[in-house]
């Protein structure tokens, strides 16, 4: 009798099914499905195992005023930005996932976080690298930690061998996708290793409080292969992002059980390894000697911070044909919806014009309130009559053209006053603001066309 079957595994959210199926009946995604041969008697092994590392003692309810605060203490990652996205720190025995895209920097951030952490004990594992390619990068990144330990392995079991024999202060995996555990038959990088083995290495971080940072290669569309599978096993999800032609670098939370989820980290990425981005505003707007048609400086919020951004837009003449549409950094939808917004309530004729639409530095925006800066620009190039540099905008646009309030709009002008503006448009309808505070002037407005009749007269 054959003791291995096949199963077919939702590479999405890792759903599994005896048949091969279009679209996954639980995440409704396409062609998500992917074979896996399973070994019959797997089954049995984690039962015998009883699916834990250690023999579980048997848990008894405990009263809460005794359960001790260890899940507060935490490791100062020496990294402001690091720092910011994780909630204050590393929190001991938590599993950290750090997704992103090949060759954004993931291994360099996490190289550079073991060899900057004076007298912390780290083991770097790597089963992608060998050691003396990782000696080269930590020599360009230097290295000020002595305490910092390679170990090119990928099976699980010798890991947490290692580990109880070194006892870090904290574990680097690079990556989960190379990893392998014994228990489980099909290759690395397939949907039951890599559950599996986060699911070890959770269970690892939890019994012997060491904090482990797990590197996951995102695919193409976007998801951590074999994914959305381990954004529920581990505490944090990090999602290191940006385009790989600039050297800007966000670091998101997706995930945190020990913090706020819209906190963002931005680094730039240089010869010595990544640099963090102090005072992101500063690098967000372009120098310039004049002002050009097709620019205007929107204040954003990025999680807890506020800083200016330069959003730029191109608005020419169609000559083929269909005009073109492109946003980049920016959601295309939400781009074509304020076209509409400006056709519709102040006369501007965009259906007969190419629009390219940027946010500088290869920055994804989500925040609505860069609406207002969107629209200045487009209309800037279409009328090609500058906005001062001096101006910085923050609101939402709403479908009838109106101006809409944002969060923290206090934060957002001092930004702005801080930076040497003279003046920001922002929406009527915001809550109170002591304009005595600022020394830049403040316009309040309600409806586009009241932008229009202050921008162009
Ligand atoms: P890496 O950390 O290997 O990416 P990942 O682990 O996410 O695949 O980063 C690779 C890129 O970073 C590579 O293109 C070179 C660049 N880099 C620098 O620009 N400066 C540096 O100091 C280092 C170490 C890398
Ligand atoms: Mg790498």
């Not at 023999?55 to 899940?71: D, G, N």
Request: aromatic share 6%.
């Amino acid at each position: 009798m054959s003791k291995s079957k096949t199963i077919y595994f939702c590479q999405n959210c890792g759903n599994q099914s005896p048949k091969w199926v279009g679209k996954c009946p639980v995440c409704n995604e396409w062609n998500t499905y992917v074979e896996e041969v399973v070994d019959k008697q797997e089954e049995k092994i984690k039962e015998k195992r009883g699916y834990a590392l250690k023999k579980h003692e048997e848990a008894k309810p405990i009263p809460i005023l005794e359960i001790h605060e260890l899940e507060t203490k935490r490791i100062d990652t020496l990294d402001t930005e690091l720092n910011r996205v994780l909630g204050g720190g590393i929190v001991l025995g938590s599993l950290v996932l750090i997704g992103g895209e090949p060759g954004i920097g993931k291994s360099t951030l996490m190289l550079q976080l073991a060899l900057q952490l004076k007298g912390v004990k780290v083991l770097y594992v790597t089963g992608e690298e060998s050691d003396r390619q990782i000696k080269l990068r930590a020599e360009r990144v230097g290295i000020k930690n002595e305490q910092c330990y390679l170990l090119t392995e990928t099976n699980t079991q010798q890991i947490f061998k290692q580990a109880e024999a070194l006892a870090p202060d904290i574990i680097v995996i690079d990556s989960i996708q190379t990893l392998h555990t014994v228990y489980v038959e099909s290759p690395p990088g397939s949907v039951s290793q890599v559950r599996e083995c986060t699911a070890e290495l959770q269970r690892f971080a939890k019994e012997s409080s060491i904090p482990i940072f797990l590197i996951g290669h995102i695919t193409k569309d976007g998801m951590i292969a074999g994914p959305k599978v381990l954004e529920h096993i581990v505490d944090t999800v990090l999602q290191f992002e940006g385009d790989r032609n600039y050297t800007y670098r966000i670091l998101r939370t997706a995930k945190n059980r020990f913090g706020s989820t819209s906190e963002i980290g931005i680094y730039e990425m240089v010869g010595e390894g990544l640099r963090p981005v102090l005072n992101p505003s500063e690098i967000l707007l372009t120098q310039r000697e004049n002002d050009l048609s097709g620019i205007a400086i929107a204040a954003m919020m990025e999680g807890m911070r506020p800083f200016l951004i330069e959003t730029q837009a191109l608005v020419t003449p169609a000559f083929y044909g269909t005009p073109q549409r492109s946003s980049t950094g920016f959601d295309g939808r939400r781009m074509n919806m304020l076209l509409a917004v400006l056709e519709k309530r102040a006369s501007f004729r965009f259906g007969t014009k190419d629009v390219f639409l940027n946010i500088a530095g290869g920055l994804r925006v989500d925040d609505p309130a860069i609406d207002l800066a969107v629209i200045a620009a487009l209309t800037s190039s279409y009328n090609d009559i500058p906005v001062s540099s001096k101006i910085a905008f923050s609101a939402e646009v709403g479908l009838s053209g109106e101006v809409r309030s944002v969060s923290r709009i206090d934060q957002r002008i001092s930004e702005a006053d801080k930076l040497g503006f003279d003046k920001i448009f922002i929406s009527k309808f915001n809550q109170k603001i002591d304009l005595k505070k600022y020394n830049l002037e403040i316009v309040s407005i309600s409806r586009v066309q009241q932008l229009m009749e202050q921008l162009y007269g």
